[in-house]
Structure formats: C-alpha cells, structure tokens
C-alpha cells in the first residue's frame, strides 16, 4: 500500500540535510524530494498494467530535468503538454516512442516538428486532425495520431480541473460529434488512436472509468465500422489519461493504483489484451507525495484571536492553494530550529502566509497548530507535484534550492541550486 509521507520520516531527511551542511543561511525555504519514494510510485505503476503500455508521466506535474532523467531510468515516458515540455523530455533522453504530445493549440510548425520526430501525438479537435493530414501528405511520419475526445460523463468536485464535463476546451465532444469522430478513423488512415482525460484531483476513479467506458463503446462501434468497410486497419491505442486522486489528508486513505487497475481489467478486460496499446499519462499520483516544502518561519504577529506566521513560500508557488483554497489542501507540520517536530496545539489558531505583497498569500487560515516561533521550520506536506511547475514570477523571488533524497536521507543529491539573482535578471531582460 503506497501512502503519504510521515512527519517523522519528513523530521529525519531535514535534520539529515542540515547536519549535511545542505541548508545555508539564505536557504529560507528548502523543497525536498523523496526518490525512493518517487521509484516506488513509478515501479507500482509499470508493475500493474501490461508491459507493452506506455507510462507517459505528466511532465507539467513536476518538470525538474533531474526528475525526469530520474523517471527516464524506469520504462517510463513523458507526456508534454507544451512544445517547450517536449523539448525537455527529448532533452532528458527520451527516445520518441516514449513522448506523447498533448498541447490544445499546436501550430502547424509544432506538429510538423513532432510528426518528424515520431513522437506519439494526440490531436485536439478537428482543425488540428486536418493540419496532420496535409503534413502526411507532405511527408507521411511514423509518429502515432489519436484524437481526445472529450466524453462528457461530467466535472469532479473541482471545476477548474475537470475537463469531462458538457462543455470543455479540450478535445471533440463526443454527444455532438459521434458520427463526424468515427467519419475520421474511416477517412484517415493514420489515425490510430483515442486520448481522454476526465480531470485532475477532483474526479473519483468511478468517474474516470464512465470516461473509458463511453469512449470504449464507441471505439468497439467504429472498429466495426472499419471491418465493414473492408479496410485492415482498427483503433488500436488507446489513452486513459491521468487524473487518479491522491491524499493530501493526514487520515485520508488513498485510494490505490492496484484497485484502479483492477477496476479497471475487470470492466474492460480487452484494454488488457494485445486488441489495444495503453497509454497513461499520470502526474499527481506520481509526484504529489513525494515532495514536500520547508521555510523558515520569520516572523510570528500576534493578534487578539489569532497568530500569523510568516514565511518564505507562498503563492509563488501555491498558486492553487491561495487562489482557490476551498479546492486545495496541505497539512502543515512544524519543526523546531534543530528539525524536531513540535507537538501540541497551541491557544490561538494561525495563518500562515507568504512573503509576497498581496492579501491573497495565505496558505492556511485559522489552523491548529503547536506553538509557533520565528526560526522554526514550517514543512507543508504533498508538494511534489502542480507546486513548483505553477511557480509565478511575481515579487521576483528567487526559486528555492530543491533536495532530492533517498532512503530517508542517507544520500542527497542537489536537483536544483537556489536560484540565483543573475538568473532572475536573465528571466526579466
Ligand atoms: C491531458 C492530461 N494528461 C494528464 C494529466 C495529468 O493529470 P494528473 O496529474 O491528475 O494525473 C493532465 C493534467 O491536467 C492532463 O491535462
């Protein structure tokens, strides 16, 4: 059972890294990464399905290069989402069998480029099936094309997240446009495959697989269609996504990948056979847990009712968190200055907030928590995915050091330096 990150397991790799000599004086906020763990989660995963699938991980959950070469050592690939996202996954040494392309709004030269390198490409609506086209006729690639569809089995409990829902700005809705969809598999002969994804965080399993479900029926439909036809060729790939909900509650379960994909075999049991390649595109499952953050508390205001703490991480890269908290969750934990956790709970309740200079930059309100004091440690947990590839650029403050570490801290690696004031000046000129 793969679950969340302890805080005594958090507490150890700290005060490791600090008798390491990894946290310096103006390391006010450190990110870590545990890689053990991370290799646990990609292991599961690759374990569970066939092995002919293809585990395309969500470079725009965590886009750290030292993470994905780390991800490039597991039979894993990478999903972009962006050409930029392809160019790091090329760059990490991915061979193009191993990319699925997913942007929403490709231009005609960023699919001309990734028809030549052969990567997996999904197309997002009709406009774009048409631009491949005229490229194949320019120059037929070997690079496999699916469609997303967009099922339209409903939204999740967060509606910026959920993609499935009537009206989405992704892919084909499949209600309106069922028979144009399957007009396409018979005209193109290039298209090979269906891509969906119902939402990220919000959607239960039970959601996600109704997403798999209307789109298996109609690719059974079209498949025989095909037959019909008279042509050889059949949809034979088949891309479920990402979107699998992890916990960010210290006494929520959560709900496993081995019981998704059981769910999964037993509802659709050709997915599991060689009728169909599977690709999956999981982010958050893969990352959340493994990351978590910790900053230097600098300040503790007092008011009459309630304690402010302030430190050195916040919307910058809790974008999510401080825009629409009543979606988004971390537990907090704190640690004395030496790492030790705190216990207790303190009289007043405590907000936490950031250094950035809007009222918005608050990543708790009104929260228990053990008395608070300026030199402690505040460590806010499940920060490894859609955290730092979020980060805003706003106040201009620099990107903290990132410490990747394996089995509870006996090595550390740096994954990235503190950002430095140089490279921030690059980023505005
Ligand atoms: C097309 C696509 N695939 C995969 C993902 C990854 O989702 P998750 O991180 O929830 O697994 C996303 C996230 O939004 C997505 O848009």
Known sequence: MLSRLS???????????MNSGLIGEADTA??????SHLRERIEDLISLFPKSALHAVAVKANS?????????????GLEAASLPELFLAEHAGFPPEQIVFDSPVKTVQEIAYALNLGVHINADSFAELERVSELQKQKPSKSPVGVRINPQVGTGTILSTSVAGEYSKFGIPMKSHREAIAECFLKYDWLRGVHIHIGSQGCEPALLMKGIETVLMFVNETNERLRRAGLQRRIDIFDIGGGLPVSYHRDKEPFQMSQYKEEIKFRFPDLFTDKFKLITEFGRYIHANTGWTASRVEYVKEEQHVRTAMIHVGADMFLRKCYRPEDWHHEISVLDSKGNIKTGKDEKKYIVVGPLCFAGDMIAREIDLPKVEPGDYMVIHDTGAYTLSMWSRYNSRQIPKVLGYYEDGEKFEILRERESLSTLWEFWS
């Open 7 to 17: 805080e005594t397991k958090m507490s150890h790799a700290f005060v490791r890294a």
């Open 64 to 76: 750290l290069t030292k993470i994905l070469t780390e991800i490039k050592t597991f039979d894993a």
């Open 30 to 35: 450190i990110l870590f990464y545990d890689l």
